[in-house]
């Protein structure tokens, strides 16, 4: 548990940055015409498209530019993945955008539309402490094991070992409820439908935040490693 809120306390830098850039999308959402007319757009074009909009906006955003943007910036971070790679990553995340389109419509249903306080609060709180914990997260987690186990399941297993969930599982749970709960707050403050494609943008961008992040320390360690 110790190694979530150290990741957490290590990850404050991007997450501020992350709660920024959700922050500037509302409040230019709400008070630039402009802006709300695009995202607007956005929304219709959901509507239009229904789910496969999810499913190709999250493979997108969550499975392709985390991927391509640092290989175009010549990162060592693009150049490890292969064709096998890319195409898990992009089924695993447009599927991953059905499921969370399809459970934002869920609690459209059970809390309604508002975006008073006590309606986000409710959504917040059954998204990262229901939904996150015993499916949302805890697939993504299992996935990024499973894939780094070259898809096997049996290597999976091993690597899961004995309370797994306590020792994989509850530390990433930690560190991504400091950064999900505000950026969450920030998603059900949106109709609902812009609340998928923010947060396939927020998603991008912290994924992108923390795999940079993790490139320079590595280079950094390395670095005073051979000094």
Do not use: H
Not at 52 to 61: D, E, G, P, Y
Not at 115 to 128: I, S
């Amino acid at each position: 548990m110790s190694d979530g809120f150290l990741a957490a306390r290590k990850n404050i830098k991007p997450a501020i940055l992350l709660w920024s850039f959700g922050l500037a999308m509302i409040i230019g959402y709400f008070s630039w015409p402009d802006f709300t007319e695009s995202l607007n757009r956005v929304a219709s074009l959901k509507e239009k498209l229904g789910i496969w909009f999810a499913f190709f906006s999250t493979a997108i955003f969550g499975g392709l530019l985390p991927l391509a943007i640092p290989r175009l910036l010549g990162s060592k971070l693009g150049k490890n993945w292969n064709p096998a790679y890319l195409l898990s990553n992009l089924l695993f995340w447009g599927i991953k955008g059905m499921e969370v389109d399809i459970f934002y419509w869920f609690q459209t249903i059970v809390f309604g539309n508002s975006a008073d306080f006590q309606t986000v609060a409710f959504k917040v709180a059954f998204d990262q402490f229901v939904y996150v914990p015993l499916f949302g997260g805890l697939n993504v987690i299992l996935f990024y094991i499973w894939r780094d186990c070259n898809y096997s399941l049996s290597r999976t297993n091993i690597a899961l070992g004995k309370n797994w969930y306590w020792r994989k599982v509850l530390p990433v749970l930690i560190s991504n409820w400091f950064v999900w709960i505000p950026s969450c707050s920030l998603v059900y403050l949106l109709p609902l439908g812009l609340q998928l494609p923010i947060q396939n943008l927020i998603l991008c961008f912290w994924v992108l935040i923390v795999a940079f992040m993790t490139e320079n320390r590595s280079t950094s360690t390395s670095s005073q490693d051979v000094g």
